[in-house]
Nanobody, 123 residues
Framework: QVQLRESGGGLVQAGGSLRLSCAAS????????MGWYRQGPGKQRELVAR???????NYVDSVTGRFTISRDNAKNTAYLQMNSLKPEDTAVYYCNAKIVVPTAAGPYEYDYWGQGTQVAVSS
């Protein structure tokens, strides 16, 4: 059983910073990618940032230059450093991971989601 545990959300003023963490635990063979999605009020869920096993990362245009995703492979943990936050960054942020787990038929990749953490940015 694999679980993703998120932490680090909260309320911050515009221009401030927050760091989100997502720790994966359980029977893990490998983690191919970890990332963050967000869903703001009345909006669709969107990919914010993702880092793959090789270390390369991609970002949605609206956060490029402000957010940085990183990964500690030894801890199976991803971090999202969010700087220069804006009110439009207000959303529930969800961790997502593509994790390979051992099965009776061999290793298999599944998509896992965290429970979500609220980020609120006041103007």
């Amino acid at each position: 059983q694999v679980q993703l545990r998120e932490s680090g959300g909260g309320l911050v003023q515009a221009g401030g910073s927050l760091r989100l963490s997502c720790a994966a635990s359980g029977s893990i063979f490998a983690i191919n990618a970890m990332g963050w999605y967000r869903q703001g009020p009345g909006k669709q869920r969107e990919l914010v940032a993702r880092v793959i096993s090789g270390g390369s990362a991609n970002y949605v245009d609206s956060v490029t230059g402000r957010f940085t995703i990183s990964r500690d492979n030894a801890k199976n943990t991803a971090y999202l450093q969010m700087n220069s936050l804006k009110p439009e960054d207000t959303a529930v942020y969800y961790c997502n991971a593509k994790i390979v787990v051992p099965t009776a038929a061999g290793p298999y990749e599944y998509d896992y989601w965290g429970q979500g953490t609220q980020v609120a940015v006041s103007s």
